[in-house]
């Protein structure tokens, strides 16, 4: 593997008498797309502010092409954040917005004008260049953050909460549009999120965090596929656990379970309670004997077809061991 | 508690109180423009006590004066209570103790405010003067540029100061193009306010002023000449203070209200 672009090392952070990041150390590659996802307060947003430089680590380097830039202010790193709340300022254009941070660098004038040309053709809002930020609506805004930020084509890009504020198209659209962006400029994207699919679509890898810990790290295929823990398989994605005895649980994923399979390791019977269509694919709640929980199962709308279910019906169901995965089961810390 | 509202009780309560509190006033501006030198003869309108204002020395030199100390004390106590509003909101952690010192001068009865600075100048022999009636007024005005100031702040979106040091600019520069524009109108909204208050307090300048008339100001004038009765001259050049505050505070309470908000 070539040098990484970024290398954080035993990197921790207090507050008073929580510490609200420990020890992580974390290698990140040019041009990767990296998420990390942990539930609030799992140190995530700690970790994103500690890169962009408004927190101090207490311990540990960041090294930035094997320079440690640890103890730099933000405004001297090549480091840009875009902030959850986009933190636009609200005095100033739109154009004045995206050219702030190439006036800070004191390029030439003619230069900054064509830059941010460009960035507003990138972004699609050159006709609302001369508008105010609180013209523009919530989507546009996040445009003109993103440009903002791009604008000074930094090595690392830092994105917080990336998409959190969007209504579901528009953030479909942005993710798109964000990926196509990582291609064509070139740029290393940490994207801090709760939301697990957002995660799983953009990222090449995912970082799970939890309780300032890193738990996990990999792509987004070896996180959801052999999580490495009960609460990592139950972090990302749905899971399906069933007590196996002797304090461990087997785990399996909705799609895994096959309804009315003709061969299968285990089989089980059980009756529909609940049955939610979603267009691509059909959800089922299945209460059985195996666990107090119902089991979510999912079948394919292709499947549902050739074999119709609904509430109340008497299903079989049944997995392949090699689906399934055991745990053991961990005392919940709040 | 709607329904009370347009009773002919509430509107004739409304009016005796609106009376109560303007009548004198209007009274005053009224007879400003009287052309009897009497004030209890109407002699019909006119404006020759204002033009005598312009004829009268002492009362030029003693408006010279007041505008003097208004804005030098003005724009030190912008300055100054305007950082102090950024510090204090900034590091909020630091407790109710500094919060009340701040908010001390706003609530200190002027009389002992003014009898301590007095003491304070003569014990340090400090010569009294325009310039210690200046430090008297910024003593106060600080607290009410401070005050405002403050309030804006708590709407303040602290993150677009971290987005301009992310994007390249020092502390100074960020003050500079992010956090004073976006505060500007509270600031001038306190420093009209500051103006208004130094241009007619009379207790804290009396006292600070030392000795001779050379650093009377408006108030002082018109409490010595008062000695000798009301006199027209003197409603006209109250009308006239009174006008430059109303002014003045209609302009602060604009621009509080019409300033740029975060969204």
Redesign the interface.
Known sequence: MKAPLLSLRGLSKRFGRVAAVCDVTLDIAGNEFFALLGASGSGKTTLLRML???EMPDAGQILLDGQDIASL???RRPV??M?Q?Y?????MSVRTNIA??LE??RRPRAEIAERVAEMLAVIQLDGLADGR??QLSGGQ?QRVALA??LI?RPRVLLLDELLGALDKKLRTAMQLELKRLQHEVGITFIVVTHDQDEALVMADRIAIMKEGRLLQCGTPHEVYEHPVDRFAADFIGVMNFIEAGRGRSLAIRPERIRLFPETADTITEGRVIARAYHGLDLQLHVQTALSPRPLRVRVTSDAADRRPVAEGDSVTLGWNLADTRMFTDQEETP | MDRHANTPLMWGILAAVVAFLYVPISVLMALSFNDSGLPTVWRGISLRWYGALWHNADILSAAGNTLIVALISTAIATVLGTLLALGVEQRRRRGRALEALIFAPMIIPDIVLAIALLSFFSLTGVTMGLHTIIMAHVVFNLAFVCAVVRARLKSFDWSIVEASSDLGASGFTTLRRVVLPVLMPAVISGALLAFTLSVDEFIIAFFTAGAGRASTTLPMQIFAMIRFGVTPEINALAALVMAVSLIALTLAQRLNRGGVTAP
């Not at chain 1, 933190?87 to 005095?91: D, G, M, S, V, Y």
């Open positions: 962009a430089g408004f202010a933000p405004n840009n954040l902030f709340s933190a636009l300022f609200p005095h702030y941070g800070m660098e930020p609180d805004r903002r930020a000074k």
